[in-house]
């Protein structure tokens, strides 16, 4: 089975940045859409970010669009969410994973103007923490 480590957390200050990892493990990734999510304390996980096998499109929650960036080294089997400008409300667990059947494995499910959902991806890593604080 599929399987994906997040790495790159951390504690960060107000309008710092942070770039998590996401490392496939035991397969080629080149095929295969990548959100990712974040879940806060007390709070249900959340789409961030999701890029299609391509490349070439992205989904953004409204929070992040212009602040967060996601890339893919297919050379590296690894995806890459850059966060730049973060604040408080950015803090939580993130998490990595692929589109579930019946969604196609390399294409972001549903519309480019909404956030990726958590009930169409699976593979789940353990997640990397992230907070945010002064």
């Known amino acids: 089975q599929l399987q994906f480590v997040e790495s790159g957390g951390g504690l960060v200050q107000p309008g710092g940045s942070l770039r998590l990892s996401c490392a496939a493990s035991?397969?080629?990734?080149?095929?295969?859409?990548i959100g990712w999510f974040s879940q806060a304390p007390g709070k249900e996980r959340e789409g961030v970010i999701c890029i299609n096998a391509s490349g070439g499109s992205t989904n953004y929650a409204d929070a992040v669009k212009g602040r967060f960036t996601v890339s893919r080294d297919n050379a590296k089997n690894t995806v890459y969410l850059q966060m730049d400008n973060l604040t408080p409300d950015d803090t939580g667990i993130y998490y990595c994973?692929?589109?579930?059947?019946?969604?196609?494995?390399?294409?972001?499910?549903?519309?480019?103007?909404?956030?990726?959902?958590?009930?169409?991806?699976?593979?789940w890593g353990q997640g990397t923490q992230v907070t945010v604080s002064s």
């Open positions: 994973a692929v589109p579930r059947p019946p969604q196609l494995l390399e294409l972001c499910p549903g519309s480019d103007s909404r956030p990726p959902r958590p009930a169409n991806f699976r593979s």
């Open positions: 035991g397969f080629n990734l080149d095929y295969y859409a």
